[in-house]
């Protein structure tokens, strides 16, 4: 009858030593995870430098752009053609038919643009400007470096005949776009014949894209 607790006692005995080997064994588990948990805060520390080498490569990279640059030349805003420093001359030519070729010369000592097409006064009495060609607009305006010339093709009449209030002008008078005020022009042989058919061009590059119309 004596035998049961002894068994007993032996049995809490095993219990209590197997309790403290798992415990042993988990402080040990418990320092491995320490051991891990420093490498991956050292793996942080590698990269952050990177990360700053990065931050500051681009503040050198903003650095470098000059803060008080505005961009190409190309960009700046080119005034129209001065009038007064503009020649015009006028030119009886012999095709097409009732054709005169003017042409509009940059004297000043800048590039400018012609732009659109001359507006014409037939005749001192002219009520209103001469028509103009709308399919004989190019695609862009005409830019006129110093000394650089620029054409428009004048139809002073129909070739038929038929048109309406024909009679002979001794006056033009030529006006461009970015100018209030007209230059009169000296016409070839003093006067021209002119009707209702009289039509001007646009500015173009040659005299032979003026006279095409």
């Not at 990279?61 to 007064?84: E, F, M, Q, R, V």
């Not at 862009?140 to 005949?161: N, R």
Request: proline letters at 4%; charged letters at 20%.
């Amino acid at each position: 009858m004596n035998v049961t607790p002894l068994r007993r006692t032996r049995g809490v005995r095993i219990a209590a030593v197997s309790t403290l080997a798992v415990a042993a064994l988990s402080l040990t588990a418990c320092s491995g995870d320490g051991g891990s948990g420093s490498r991956s805060s050292g793996k942080a520390d590698s990269t952050a430098p990177a990360a700053n080498g990065s931050e500051i490569k681009g503040q050198a990279g903003k650095s470098d752009k000059d803060p008080n640059s505005t961009g190409t030349g190309s960009n700046k805003a080119l005034g129209d053609c001065d009038i007064n420093k503009t020649d015009f001359d006028v030119q009886k030519v012999k095709q097409p038919v009732n054709h005169m070729l003017l042409k509009a010369t940059n004297k000043s000592g800048a590039e400018c643009k012609l732009v659109g097409f001359p507006t014409l006064k037939l005749g001192k009495n002219a009520q209103a400007a001469t028509e103009v060609i709308e399919e004989s607009q190019p695609q862009s305006v005409k830019l006129l470096s110093p000394g650089e010339s620029a054409y428009a093709g004048i139809t002073t009449s129909t070739t038929d005949g038929s048109g309406e209030g024909g009679g002979k002008v001794d006056y033009l008078e030529v006006s461009i776009d970015g100018n209030e005020a007209g230059k009169s022009v000296d016409l070839p042989g003093g006067s021209v014949y002119t009707d209702s058919g009289a039509k001007v061009t646009y500015w173009l590059d040659t005299p032979s894209l003026a006279l095409r119309w």
